[in-house]
C-alpha cells in the first residue's frame, strides 16, 4: 500500500487530497480546499496546508504530485500565468515535502484523470462514434482555458500531452466580434486577445460588460444567464469555436472531453445550441465533427484524481518520464 498526496493548484482554488493506492486501484480519501489567492508564495500554500492539520502532509506521502495552471520546466518549476507566484520545488524547505515531490501541468492531470473514476460519470453533450486510435482531446474554462491530449501509441494505450493552448490567439469572425475584440484590447491593454480572455471567468464578466455595460463578477454573470440570452449566446459559441479548432488541429476524432468550472456548474453552456452549431461549422469538415462524440465531466476533483494516477506510475516506473494510460 502507497500513500499519494495529490494537489491541483490553480488561480483561485488549490485541491489537495489523500490518495491509497493498493496494486493497481486507487482510492480516494480525503480532499481539502485552500484558497490559492491566500497564500503569498507556493512555500506560504503549503504552510496553510500544514495549519490545517490535514491527515496527510507531505512528508509523509509516499509521493506528492502537484498539479499547477501552468507551463511546468524540468519538472520542477512554473510560473503561472493566473497566479501571483511561481513555483519551484527546489527551494521548497525539505519540512514542508518530500523525496517524490513531482511537478506536472494542470490539464496534464486532466489528461490523465480520463480513465480513473473521475471521469465515469461524465454526461453526454454530443452523441459519436469515436474513431480508433486518433486522439482524444481535453479542454475546460475555469479561471483561465485548459487543454490536452491523449495521443495513442498503437498498442491500447495512451500518452497524455500538456498544452498552452490557451493562450493562443482568439479567432474571431465577424463585424460584431471584431468591435468585442477592440473593446477587450483597450480595456485589457494588449495587442493581441488570447483565448484566455475569451473562455475564462474574467472571460464572462468582460462579455457581460460588453453586452450590458456593467461590471459583475462571473458568478453573477451566470446567474444572470437568463436575463442577458445574448451573453450566453455568445460564451456557449466561442466555447464551440474553440472545442472545434482544437479538434481540427489535432484530428481529436477519437472525442472530446470538456472540463472545468464554468461547464461543469453551468451545463447548459455547452447544452446550448450555439455551442452546436458553432463546433459543427465547418464546409469541408461537418459530416467528420458531426461524428466526434463530446462529454461534459462535472467531477471537478477530476484534476486530483489526474495527478494521483500520475504519482502512483511514477512509484510503479520509479522514473519521471511520462508513462502512457491504459485506453477503455
Given at each position: 500500500?502507497?500513500?499519494?498526496?495529490?494537489?491541483?493548484?490553480?488561480?483561485?482554488?488549490?485541491?489537495?487530497a489523500a490518495f491509497?493506492?493498493?496494486?493497481?486501484?486507487?482510492?480516494?480519501?480525503?480532499?481539502i480546499?485552500?484558497?490559492?489567492?491566500?497564500?503569498?508564495?507556493?512555500?506560504?500554500?503549503?504552510?496553510?496546508l500544514?495549519?490545517?492539520?490535514?491527515?496527510?502532509?507531505?512528508?509523509?506521502?509516499?509521493?506528492v504530485?502537484?498539479?499547477?495552471?501552468?507551463?511546468?520546466?524540468?519538472?520542477f518549476?512554473?510560473?503561472?500565468?493566473?497566479?501571483?507566484?511561481?513555483?519551484?520545488?527546489?527551494?521548497v524547505?525539505?519540512k514542508?515535502?518530500?523525496?517524490?515531490a513531482?511537478?506536472?501541468?494542470?490539464?496534464?492531470a486532466?489528461a490523465?484523470s480520463?480513465?480513473?473514476?473521475?471521469?465515469?460519470?461524465a454526461?453526454?453533450?454530443?452523441?459519436?462514434?469515436?474513431?480508433?486510435?486518433?486522439?482524444?482531446?481535453?479542454l475546460?474554462?475555469?479561471?483561465?482555458?485548459?487543454?490536452?491530449?491523449?495521443?495513442?501509441?498503437?498498442?491500447?494505450?495512451?500518452?497524455?500531452?500538456?498544452?498552452?493552448?490557451?493562450?493562443?490567439?482568439?479567432?474571431?469572425t465577424?463585424?460584431?466580434?471584431?468591435?468585442?475584440?477592440?473593446?477587450?484590447?483597450?480595456?485589457?491593454g494588449?495587442?493581441?486577445?488570447?483565448?484566455?480572455?475569451?473562455?475564462?471567468?474574467?472571460?464572462?464578466?468582460?462579455?457581460?460588460?460588453?453586452?450590458?455595460?456593467?461590471?459583475?463578477?462571473?458568478?453573477?454573470?451566470?446567474?444572470?444567464f437568463?436575463?442577458?440570452?445574448?451573453?450566453?449566446?455568445?460564451?456557449?459559441?466561442?466555447?464551440?469555436?474553440?472545442?472545434?479548432?482544437?479538434?481540427?488541429?489535432?484530428?481529436?476524432?477519437?472525442?472530446?472531453?470538456?472540463?472545468?468550472?464554468i461547464?461543469?456548474?453551468?451545463?447548459v453552456?455547452?447544452?446550448?445550441?450555439?455551442?452546436?452549431?458553432?463546433?459543427?461549422?465547418?464546409?469541408?469538415?461537418?459530416?467528420?465533427?458531426?461524428?466526434?462524440?463530446?462529454?461534459?465531466?462535472?467531477?471537478?476533483?477530476?484534476?486530483?484524481?489526474?495527478?494521483?494516477?500520475?504519482?502512483?506510475?511514477?512509484?510503479?516506473?520509479?522514473?519521471?518520464?511520462?508513462?502512457?494510460?491504459?485506453?477503455?
Open positions: 500500500m502507497k500513500r499519494i498526496l495529490a494537489a491541483d493548484i490553480g488561480g483561485t482554488n488549490s485541491r489537495f491509497t493506492v493498493r496494486g493497481k486501484t486507487i482510492s480516494h480519501d480525503r480532499s480546499w485552500l484558497s490559492t489567492s491566500a497564500a503569498d508564495s507556493f512555500v506560504h500554500l503549503l504552510e496553510l500544514a495549519s490545517s492539520n490535514f491527515e496527510l502532509q507531505p512528508g509523509k506521502a509516499d509521493a504530485v502537484f498539479g499547477v495552471a501552468g507551463p511546468v520546466i524540468d519538472g518549476k512554473c510560473d503561472p500565468p493566473n497566479i501571483a507566484w511561481d513555483i519551484d520545488l527546489n527551494e524547505p525539505k514542508l515535502c518530500c523525496n517524490n513531482l511537478l506536472i501541468n494542470d490539464f496534464l486532466q490523465y480520463t480513465f480513473t473514476p473521475a471521469f465515469e460519470d454526461i453526454e453533450v454530443i452523441a459519436g462514434d469515436p474513431v480508433q486510435n486518433c486522439p482524444i482531446a481535453i475546460g474554462a475555469g479561471t483561465g482555458l485548459g487543454k490536452s491530449l491523449l495521443i495513442p501509441n498503437g498498442t491500447g494505450k495512451y500518452l497524455p500531452v500538456p498544452s498552452e493552448g490557451g493562450h493562443s490567439v482568439f479567432p474571431f465577424n463585424k460584431e466580434e471584431a468591435e468585442y475584440a477592440d473593446f477587450l484590447r483597450a480595456k485589457l494588449c495587442e493581441k486577445v488570447i483565448q484566455d480572455y475569451i473562455l475564462s471567468g474574467s472571460g464572462l464578466a468582460h462579455l457581460f460588460e460588453f453586452h450590458t455595460g456593467e461590471i459583475a463578477p462571473s458568478h453573477k454573470v451566470v446567474a444572470h437568463s436575463e442577458y440570452p445574448v451573453v450566453l449566446e455568445w460564451f456557449s459559441r466561442f466555447y464551440g469555436r474553440i472545442c472545434h479548432n482544437f479538434v481540427l488541429d489535432t484530428f481529436a476524432l477519437g472525442g472530446l472531453y470538456i472540463t472545468g468550472g461547464a461543469a456548474g453551468n451545463p453552456v455547452v447544452k446550448h445550441n450555439e455551442f452546436e452549431k458553432s463546433f459543427r461549422d465547418c464546409e469541408q469538415y461537418h459530416n467528420m465533427l458531426c461524428n466526434v462524440p463530446i462529454k461534459l465531466n462535472q467531477n471537478e476533483e477530476a484534476g486530483l484524481w489526474g495527478a494521483a494516477q500520475y504519482g502512483a506510475d511514477h512509484l510503479t516506473h520509479k522514473a519521471t518520464p511520462r508513462p502512457t494510460v491504459e485506453g477503455k
